[in-house]
């Protein structure tokens, strides 16, 4: 695509009011891509030359919709109150489908120059399962051109689902044996029976709603410990001394482990199951584990799914980092499981981890992002990597700024315990017991 110049399937933005939350001087304009992706383009006055290239978190289940996007550009607003530009795409299906949306990412940051021009610096911001489409994106499409530039200088994961499909989705599928062993109700006995790696059948009719409702019957998650049955606290107490889930994630957990398993295995893994409960053995005792479903994954399916999704490491520019310590989605563990995958990639010394004392997971405080931008930025400009320490104390420097309420909460010196600690290890096709 021609600098300046649209290719011949793609049309330009539209100006469009900018969502709420934005500031008034700042400009927007809505594009729909020749993929079906809408994207969302952002400039402030004056900008920086700068330009923040989002990766949405998720994965939305539905068709590409311009409000989730539009929702991504309030929440991070701080980018552009920053003074960056920021592209942001929906990607053009939904589902957990990480090179697809990889894909659209990149169109996004292309329209952008073709449309508005070359930055002079290009960060690429992943959120959530977004951080896992970050990753692969700059693992994709990160290479140097026959200039020598790179199309984006560095990267930023925020509260990153950073284990891949064969790691990250483990607890899920934990979950969803422990709660069936203790609740049975997922499915009920009167409901037509399967295997709970399907996430749920097609056609199926349960509804959100409804399943929350089942899982505060069995448990009583949704009322005060205190107006609990004791058979309601002790099958919550059995399931999340089990699979390590927080109290308040728990619904959130099981719902991913259904619909976003039914997408996985009804549209991603050609209905072939690409989980593994065989071998596990769940905090509970022998009654527990002796009702808990066994499945062995499908080589294929499992393959399918992490070639997809698994990062690789090989990402060529300055990686940081950034994750709450009690993050009830996306559990820090995972940090250690991407850092493993970092130095198997020779990749190492490219990745600074921030790490912070929240408990929250889609939005920490405007002080923190804000110094790890700069950071990042000048790690790229200066060539020198950032120190946790050295962040937190440019944090300090900047809250009174940004949001001094909430204000920083870096904790330098924490490094995060290995995955297996929190979701255990079991055999995998085609990887190391």
């Known amino acids: 695509m021609a600098i300046g110049s649209l290719g011949a399937q793609e049309t330009r933005a539209v100006p469009t009011p900018c969502p709420d939350g934005i500031a008034a001087a700042v400009q927007c304009s809505l594009g729909k891509d020749s993929a079906g992706a809408f994207y969302w383009i952002a400039m402030p006055a004056p900008w920086n030359k700068r330009l923040v290239v989002h990766a949405h978190g998720g994965p939305d289940l539905g068709a590409p919709d311009a409000k989730g996007s539009a929702d991504d550009l309030t929440r991070w607003n701080i980018w552009t109150r920053m003074g960056f530009a920021v592209v942001a795409s929906t990607y053009h299906q939904g589902g957990v489908a990480v090179r697809s949306a990889a894909e659209d990412v990149e169109r996004s940051r292309q329209l952008f120059v073709a449309q508005v021009g070359v930055p002079e610096r290009t960060i690429l911001h992943g959120q959530s399962w977004g951080a896992g489409v970050a990753a692969r994106t700059a693992e994709l499409f990160g290479a140097r051109n026959a200039q020598g530039h790179v199309p984006y200088d560095a990267v930023l994961l925020t509260s990153g689902v950073l284990g891949g499909a064969s790691l990250s989705y483990d607890f899920r599928m934990d979950l969803r044996v422990v709660y069936q062993a203790v609740c049975g109700d997922h499915p009920r006995a009167d409901e037509p029976q399967y295997p709970l790696w399907q996430g749920l059948p097609v056609g199926a009719k349960l509804t959100r709603v409804q399943l929350a409702d089942r899982v505060d019957a069995c448990t009583g998650v949704r009322k005060p410990a205190a107006a609990r049955s004791p058979e309601q606290a002790q099958h919550l107490a059995t399931i999340l001394a089990a699979v390590k889930v927080p109290e308040r994630t728990l619904i959130a957990h099981l719902n991913w482990g259904t619909w976003h398993f039914q997408d996985i295995v009804t549209k991603r893994t050609h209905g072939a199951n690409p989980f593994t409960t065989t071998g596990v053995t769940y905090a509970g005792g022998a009654d527990l584990n002796g009702k808990v479903a066994r499945y062995v994954a499908d080589s294929v399916a499992f393959a399918t799914l992490s070639a997809d999704a698994d990062p690789t490491g090989g990402i060529p520019v300055p990686v940081l980092t950034m994750h709450a310590i009690d993050d009830p989605t996306a559990f820090v563990e995972l940090e250690s499981t991407f850092r493993h995958t970092m130095e198997r990639a020779g990749r190492a010394k490219t990745l600074v981890q921030l790490f912070t004392q ?76």
């Open 358 to 433: 929240d408990s929250e997971h889609s939005y920490l405080s405007d002080a923190q992002y804000v110094s790890a931008m700069r950071a990042l930025l000048a790690w790229v400009e200066q060539g020198t990597a950032p120190t946790p320490r050295a962040v937190a104390a440019s944090c300090a420097r900047v809250e009174s700024t940004y949001d001094p309420a909430k204000g920083c909460r870096f904790v330098p010196s924490y490094a995060p315990a290995p995955l297996s600690s929190r979701v255990p290890n079991r055999a995998k096709p085609g990887m190391p017991k």
